[in-house]
């Protein structure tokens, strides 16, 4: 039989391994929510140190995507100078249109409104959007977006927690990457 000091041995070394492993996972961060590129060891490195250093300001959402490239960027530069480092800002395409009311055009809102729809609601936004011209529902699938390249190839910061988990896209694959977008 297990006496209260073994069970309180038992527990204080499971909570232990417990926090260990928390460690484990916080310094070594899945790369796959920020790029899918395949990274040498030392690219890895720079950009695992760099999540490990600011993981808050990345998945916290009023951090803006903007801020976090720009400070990447600057980290990188400073801290592994041995890397290239740009911020690119470009647009990312898309799965799911994104209905949100300030991808809407002023004259769009304002036909909206003439139509007897509610911009404040998101379902008169679906189908207010059903009624446009196709060219122009394209471009709901396509968004205004910055991140950064490590020796050329994508790391996006933020594309994981503002697309995916929104289920707006399946994937960070390079080609959603569009740096020159005509709208």
Request: hydrophobic residues 35%; charged residues 25%.
């Amino acid at each position: 039989m297990l006496s209260y000091l073994d069970i309180n041995v038992h527990f204080y070394f499971l909570g232990k391994m417990s926090l260990l492993h928390s460690l484990y996972l916080i310094a070594n961060p899945d790369l796959s929510y920020y790029t899918l590129e395949n990274l040498s060891s030392a690219e890895e490195k720079a950009v695992k140190d760099f999540i490990w250093m600011y993981q808050d300001e990345i998945k916290d959402n009023s951090t803006g995507v903007l801020k976090i490239s720009k400070i990447f960027d600057e980290y990188i530069k400073n801290e592994h100078p041995e890397h290239e480092s740009d911020q690119i800002d470009g647009f990312f395409s898309l799965d799911n249109p994104d209905l949100h009311l300030q991808n809407f055009k002023s004259d769009e809102i304002k036909s909206m409104k003439t139509a007897g729809f509610n911009p404040g609601e998101s379902q008169d936004r679906k189908s207010f959007y059903r009624t446009l011209d196709p060219m122009r529902r394209q471009d709901f699938f396509v968004v205004s977006h910055s991140w950064n390249t490590l020796n050329g190839k994508v790391i996006d910061l933020k594309g994981y927690f503002k697309y995916m988990k929104s289920g707006h896209s399946t994937n960070i694959l390079p080609h959603r990457y569009i740096q020159d977008y005509k709208n």
